[in-house]
Nanobody, 124 residues
């Protein structure tokens, strides 16, 4: 079993920044891709970003590219999401997830373990 715990969410004004963290345990962390998804109120869960097992490649959904940065520290079993220039439409619960292989995917079914989520609210 894999356990994932997100933290760092909160309330921020439009244009501000937040840094989310995800702590992983129960699997060889450095062997698997990691991703971030988000789900707004009344909406379906959507892909945000992902990083390969070795941190060599990243993938972003177009709406966050240039504003968000995913990174990982395999020595600490941690993955991070730095969010800058936040917009009200970024408001959602953000989830960390572990992939099924070293490479990434934007498909939710590729990820087999999920954290509990952390709320991000961006005010106008």
């Amino acid at each position: 079993q894999v356990q994932l715990v997100e933290s760092g969410g909160g309330l921020v004004q439009a244009g501000g920044s937040l840094r989310l963290s995800c702590a992983a345990s129960g699997r060889t962390f450095s062997s698997y891709a990691m991703g971030w998804f988000r789900q707004a109120q009344g909406q379906e869960r959507e892909f945000v970003t992902a990083v390969t097992a070795n941190g060599g490649s990243t993938l972003y959904t177009p709406s966050v590219k240039g504003r968000f940065t995913i990174s990982r520290d395999n020595a600490k079993n941690m993955v991070y999401l730095e969010m800058n220039s936040l917009r009200p439409e970024d408001t959602a619960v953000y989830f960390c997830a572990t992939g099924r292989s070293p490479h990434y995917s934007d498909y939710s079914g590729f990820y087999d373990y999920w954290g509990q989520g952390t709320q991000v609210t961006v005010s106008s």
